[in-house]
């Protein structure tokens, strides 16, 4: 006679569970994922919970308070100017990647406008110098 399912106990057990090794039936094992119903609810419990603050690391951290501290400083820029009028003068940059995001109002924001597209010149420029670099390293060590 064939195994018996180890979790109900009553059906021939037809696969065996990735995570526990478990002998199990067709309706206590999920084909998806190749795991019985205990470990697949233990999985999804575990995706379900959120990842707290605490457990970023400092960098993460770092990175998204000076992100959100820039973004509102931007945002009390231009309502300041929206209220004020267009006599004030404002702008800034976002660079995604080598791409440059540019926003102005006032006569400095064509300088901004010039300086994203000088920087975005230098970083192509940077990139396929370092990209030769790194070719040319990864030659010599086959060639060794």
């Not at 065996?16 to 039936?25: E, L, P, Q």
């Not at 795991?35 to 770092?62: A, V």
Request: charged fraction near 15%; aromatic fraction near 14%.
């Amino acid at each position: 006679m064939g195994r018996v399912c180890e979790i109900c106990g009553v059906n021939p057990a037809m696969y065996v569970c990735s995570n526990c090794g478990r002998n199990v039936c067709s309706q206590c094992f999920e084909k998806t994922s190749w795991l019985c119903i205990e470990c697949y609810n233990k999985r999804d419990q575990s995706f379900k919970e959120e990842m707290p603050w605490t457990s970023y690391p400092l960098f993460i951290k770092i990175f998204l308070i000076g992100f959100l501290l820039a973004f509102l400083g931007m945002i009390i820029l231009m309502v300041a100017g929206l209220m004020e009028g267009v006599s004030q003068s404002s702008g800034f940059i976002i660079f995604i990647g080598p791409i440059p995001i540019m926003l102005g109002v006032g006569k400095p924001s064509l300088l901004a406008f010039f300086l994203a597209i000088l920087l975005l010149i230098i970083g192509i420029v940077l990139f396929f110098i370092f990209r030769r670099i790194s070719f040319q390293s990864i030659e010599k060590r086959h060639i060794i």
